[in-house]
C-alpha cells in the first residue's frame, strides 16, 4: 500500500468516526489499526507497542494526580472556599462577579491544572449568580470559558506536563515559564470584565460592605 492511498484511508477513516459520535482518542485508534491491518506489511503488534510507549512516561503519571485533586476539590467544597477568597480580594471593584471568576480560575488552575475542571467547578456556581446580577448569559459563559483557559497556562499543568513529556523538555521549566504570562492574561481578562461593568451599569459584588 502506497502512502498517498494510507494517509487517505487513515483520514477517510477518522473523520467517518468522528461523524458518529466515536470519542476522538478511540477514532484515531481505530482508523490507524484499520490502515495496518489492510497492510500485509506491517505488523499488528505494532499498535500496542506503540501505545504502551507514548504513556510510558514517568512525568505522565502527574496527570491523574491533577485529575484527581480537582475531583476532591469539587466533592468537598473547595471551590466555594476559593470562590469567597477570589469575592474577599477583588469582589470591591466595579464588575466583581467577573473579576472573581477570573481570579477563581487561576486560582483553581494552579491547582487541578486542567481547564476543564475549571470550567465544571466554577461555571455551575458563577455564571447563574452572574446572570442574577444583570451580566448577559452569553458573556458569563464567555469570560468563564476564557479564564478557565488560564488553568492551562499557570502552573501546574497538564497541557506542560504532557508537552513536556513529549519533547523532553524539562516540565519544571515550562512551570516557571508559565507565572507570568498566565497573570497577564488574567490581568487582561479582568481589565475587560471592569469594561464590561461600567458600560452596562453593573457595580461591585461587595460595594455595600465596601468602608
Do not use: C
Not at 29 to 35: D, K, R, W
Not at 142 to 170: C, K
Amino acid at each position: 500500500m502506497s502512502p498517498e492511498v494510507a494517509l487517505a484511508l487513515l483520514l477517510a477513516g477518522f473523520v467517518l468516526l468522528i461523524a458518529v459520535g466515536i470519542p476522538l482518542a478511540f477514532a484515531l485508534l481505530f482508523a490507524s489499526a484499520f490502515v495496518i491491518a489492510l497492510d500485509p506489511g506491517l505488523d499488528a503488534v505494532i499498535v500496542p507497542l506503540r501505545i504502551f510507549s507514548g504513556v510510558n512516561s514517568f512525568v505522565l503519571l502527574a496527570i491523574p494526580g491533577f485529575m484527581f485533586s480537582a475531583f476532591l476539590m469539587n466533592r468537598i467544597g473547595v471551590t466555594e472556599d476559593i470562590v469567597a477568597l477570589s469575592d474577599l480580594l477583588v469582589g470591591r471593584i466595579r464588575g466583581g462577579l467577573a473579576h472573581i471568576n477570573v481570579v477563581a480560575s487561576m486560582l483553581l488552575g494552579g491547582v487541578s491544572g486542567s481547564s476543564t475542571a475549571d470550567v465544571a467547578g466554577l461555571g455551575a456556581i458563577l455564571i447563574p449568580a452572574m446572570s442574577q446580577k444583570g451580566y448577559d448569559k452569553g458573556f458569563s459563559a464567555a469570560i468563564t470559558a476564557a479564564s478557565s483557559a488560564i488553568g492551562s497556562i499557570i502552573p501546574p499543568s497538564i497541557l506542560m506536563v504532557i508537552y513536556g513529556a513529549s519533547a523532553n523538555i524539562s516540565v519544571g521549566a515550562l512551570f516557571i515559564a508559565g507565572y507570568i504570562p498566565g497573570i497577564l492574561v488574567g490581568l487582561q481578562q479582568i481589565a475587560i470584565g471592569y469594561w464590561y461593568a461600567r458600560r452596562h451599569g453593573i457595580g461591585a459584588e461587595r460595594q455595600e460592605r465596601a468602608p
